[in-house]
């Protein structure tokens, strides 16, 4: 019969738990106090425990490993609201499918073709000590040049805007910043400024973009394609945004007009960038579900 020592177990799996848990808060760049991530990886820690007891077969089913993990997320990272939640647990398997693949890969590396249970045992404690720390590493490093690539991702393109059979080109920032929807219909919104938009919008269009404020005098055709987003600004109290629904949206990709499934068009009262090098913001998810 194999020896166990529990200590062992134990210390395994709260560095296993505190390193996930820290890999998941520089992937989403939480905040995270230490006390609460030691905690959360002492609990989960403990828990493991339970293999080694009469309870073994309840800790290997999927729905406590669920809700194990569920529940050292929430004491490490707390829980504001349901989709940080999420977030942050979707982030925690992440970092436990990329260490356990890289683990998987690396022991099917070193596996010697003469290897005997004694040998594997020598590899498993080996990762422990060295593989684990050193795929960690990796993976935060690699964190950051993901981070990199994204900075370098937010960049101008040619944006051309269809209403009326009137055509508007724009030059619009790709920011990953804009995160704004319609609440109704989920699509993404472009914000622009309203001056290339004048000479086709109604007089009463206009009023509201500068005024905010709703007129009963919309032309017949444009009810259909007025839309108010709500949306908040830094230091500004949640307002809504005066949007449209237009004919066609289309962005160059590489020489190519690329088109754009669905998409909203928000009107700014003021001016986008300074310098004049961009006259709207483009909402990330329009290049990148394309490009996908």
């Not at 194990?68 to 929430?74: A, H, K, L, M």
């Not at 993976?139 to 994204?150: D, H, L, N, V, W």
């Not at 937010?154 to 009137?166: A, L, P, S, Y």
Request: hydrophobic residues 55%; charged residues 15%; proline residues 4%.
């Amino acid at each position: 019969m194999p020896l166990i020592y529990a200590d062992l177990v134990w210390l395994l799996n709260f560095c296993f738990d505190a390193m996930l848990l820290w890999l998941a808060a520089i992937m989403l760049k939480r905040r995270v106090r230490v006390w609460r991530l030691m905690l959360a990886a002492l609990v989960g820690s403990l828990l493991a425990l339970l293999v080694l007891t009469p309870f073994a077969y309840i800790m290997s089913h999927v729905v406590t490993k669920l809700i194990i993990s569920f529940f050292i997320v929430w004491i490490c990272f707390g829980f504001y609201r349901f989709r940080f939640f999420i977030e942050n647990v979707l982030a925690f398997y992440f970092a436990t499918f990329v260490m356990g693949g890289g683990m998987i890969a690396f022991h099917f590396l070193l596996q010697s073709e003469m290897g005997s249970t004694l040998h594997s045992i020598s590899i498993s404690w080996l990762f422990v000590v060295v593989m684990f720390p050193a795929l960690w590493m990796l993976s935060k490093a690699q964190m950051g040049t993901i981070r990199e690539k994204k900075l370098r991702f937010e960049h101008i393109i040619d944006v051309r805007v269809t209403c009326f059979g009137q055509t508007v080109l724009l030059k619009g920032l790709v920011d990953s910043g804009n995160q704004l929807r319609d609440p109704l219909t989920n699509a993404p919104v472009m914000i622009v400024e309203w001056q290339p938009f004048a000479h086709m919008l109604p007089a009463s269009v206009l009023q509201m973009i500068h005024e905010r404020t709703y007129t009963d005098d919309i032309p017949n055709e444009w009810v259909s394609r007025m839309r108010f987003i709500p949306y908040r600004a830094v230091g500004v109290e949640q307002q809504l945004l005066v949007a449209i629904k237009p004919d066609d949206v289309q962005w160059l990709d590489d020489k190519q007009w690329t088109p754009v499934n669905k998409a909203l068009i928000g009107f700014s009262r003021a001016t986008l960038s300074a310098d004049g090098e961009y006259n709207c913001i483009v909402h990330p998810h329009i290049v990148m579900s394309q490009a996908s």
